[in-house]
Each structure stands twice: as structure tokens, then as C-alpha cells.
């Protein structure tokens, strides 16, 4: 691709079958973000060049949805272009100390990821991965990243294993056809995880079905105390309709996107435009220093 430099800057992050690098426009400076998949294993990410060439249909910063450029090859890889964002809400997290997000500001968030999947439904792709690794955050807004497991809602077969553990709808766990509500379980788990600071749910395998029924019917901390009465969830149903439904264990009963928007608590229709973006931190507030998540 003659309009990016040769030059990489040092991986950012480093996976299985892929790695993270920044690269520069050569006129205009402009920095962009590059996932460099070795072809050896490309035809496992073609599923998410698929996915992206169907996203160029939406408007990327009013669906909250990263811009990706293009696809290119450079070396033995192939290369997707993507905007620059900040960090995700996972690492967010850890340099705030695990510290519970405001419920305003679950609301905003919960707000935008609704508007990205309501997009992604009616272009029927599901995402297959949202966790707070799959949001990032850019100028007090968030974008849906990472569409590596996302594909066409109807190719979804039985015995699709999608989703990160602790974010994953049992329906996937229990070797059921999926569709587009494992999106909205995941986004469930996420808000529950910006408002207690914590994973909801084991993000450590399941060794039974038994087991996870089990765990997703009870919420314990790291210390193995128990909180399945449901309070805290009450709580936090004043703020987000029926947080309880995006979690539900039937994917019928599950809240859709389009609903939840119309929602007072989320449409915020009460509010003014600057009360709607997302502003990290208190003002004048150091954030802590970064911690590790348990």
C-alpha cells in the first residue's frame, strides 16, 4: 500500500495469530493501527474481513463502530487498517484500581454499545466477542473493536464456540445455535463488570454444564462471597432497563437493542448532548496507578 510507510512502529500487542502495530501515512501523518495476520493463518481471520467490507455500509462514528480503512499486504502478513483509538475499558479499568464506574457513566457507555448493535442487527452480523476488551474509548466516546469471531447471524452453526469465558451466553456453553442476543449477554456482563469493578461471572473454564448453570445464577467474589440476592441488580435496574434481561439464560427472553434504546433510562431523552458522552474520571482526580485484575 503505496500511502502508508514501510515502517512499523514496535508491536503493541502481541497474539496467537495476530499482532498489533501503528503505522504512519506518508503525506499526511496520519497514524493508523494495523493487525498483522501472518498468511499461514489468514483464512481463520477471513471471517473478519468479511464482517468489516459489511461494516463499510454504517457510518462508523454514529454507530460507534471503529473505521476500518482497508485491507493490504505487507510482507508475509496481512494487514487491516484501522483508526487509532485510546485504551479499552478493561485496561480503563486497571488504572483506576478496579474502582466502580458512576452509574451516568454506565448509562453513556451501555447507551453507545446499544447503538452499535442495533447497527450490527440490522445488517445482520453479530459481533460474537463485546467484553471490555472489544470497547475502546476515543474523545469521551466508545467504539465497538475486535470483529475476529463476528460473522452473518444466520451462518451460526450448533456447536459455535464464540465469546471469552465470563463473557460467553450459555446457549454457546451449552451447545445451542447462537444469533445476535450473545451480544447483548455480553454487553450485560460488561456494564455489570464497569459497575461492580469485578467479573460477574468465572472467566476461568467451566468443566460442566452443571457448573455453569450453576455460576450464572450467582455472582461470588474473588474472596468467595456470595451475592445472589439480587440487590445490588436492583440498583442498578434504576439505571439500565431490565439489567437483568440481557443476562437472561433464554436468548428469546433476552432484551434486544432496539428496545433497550427506547428506554427513558438510556434514550436519556431528559438530558443535553454533553451529558451524554462518556468523561472518564473525576476532574482534578489522579487516576490511581495501574493494577493487575484478579
Not at 500511502?3 to 493508523?32: D, H
Not at 502478513?77 to 488504572?95: G, P, S, T, V, Y
Request: glycine content about 4%; aromatic content about 10%; hydrophobic content about 35%.
Amino acid at each position: 500500500m503505496a500511502i502508508l510507510s514501510p515502517f512499523l512502529s514496535p508491536i503493541l500487542r502481541y497474539g496467537n495469530f495476530s499482532n498489533i502495530a501503528t503505522c504512519r501515512k506518508e503525506k499526511t501523518e496520519e497514524v493508523f493501527v494495523l493487525k498483522c495476520i501472518k498468511k499461514k493463518h489468514y483464512n481463520s481471520e477471513e471471517r473478519e474481513l468479511k464482517a468489516l467490507k459489511c461494516l463499510k455500509s454504517l457510518d462508523p462514528d454514529k454507530n460507534n463502530i471503529v473505521r476500518f480503512f482497508e485491507c493490504f499486504e505487507f510482507k508475509d502478513c496481512i494487514c487491516l487498517a484501522f483508526e487509532k483509538l485510546d485504551i479499552n475499558l478493561q485496561e480503563f479499568m486497571i488504572r483506576r484500581n478496579c474502582r466502580p464506574l458512576r452509574v451516568s457513566e454506565v448509562r453513556a457507555i451501555a447507551h453507545q454499545m446499544l447503538v452499535a448493535l442495533k447497527a450490527l442487527t440490522q445488517i445482520r452480523i453479530t459481533h460474537a466477542n463485546i467484553k471490555p476488551e472489544s470497547i475502546l474509548l476515543v474523545d469521551h466516546l466508545v467504539k465497538l473493536i475486535d470483529f475476529g469471531a463476528s460473522c452473518m447471524t444466520s451462518n451460526f452453526t450448533q456447536f459455535h464456540e464464540i465469546q471469552s469465558f465470563g463473557y460467553r451466553a450459555p446457549e454457546v456453553y451449552l451447545g445451542l445455535r447462537p444469533d445476535e442476543s450473545v451480544d447483548m449477554w455480553g454487553l450485560g456482563c460488561t456494564l455489570l463488570f464497569l459497575f461492580f469493578g469485578q467479573h460477574f461471572y468465572p472467566t476461568s473454564q467451566c468443566e460442566t454444564p452443571k457448573q455453569y448453570i450453576r455460576v450464572t445464577r450467582t455472582f461470588t467474589d474473588e474472596n468467595g462471597n456470595s451475592y445472589d440476592h439480587l440487590e445490588s441488580l436492583d440498583d442498578l435496574q434504576k439505571m439500565v432497563p431490565d439489567i437483568k434481561d440481557p443476562t437472561e439464560l433464554g436468548d428469546l427472553n433476552r432484551i434486544l437493542p432496539a428496545d433497550a434504546l427506547n428506554h427513558k433510562y438510556i434514550s436519556m431523552e431528559h438530558l443535553n448532548e454533553v451529558d451524554k458522552r462518556f468523561s472518564p474520571g473525576t476532574p482534578g482526580t489522579p487516576a490511581p496507578p495501574s493494577t493487575k485484575l484478579s
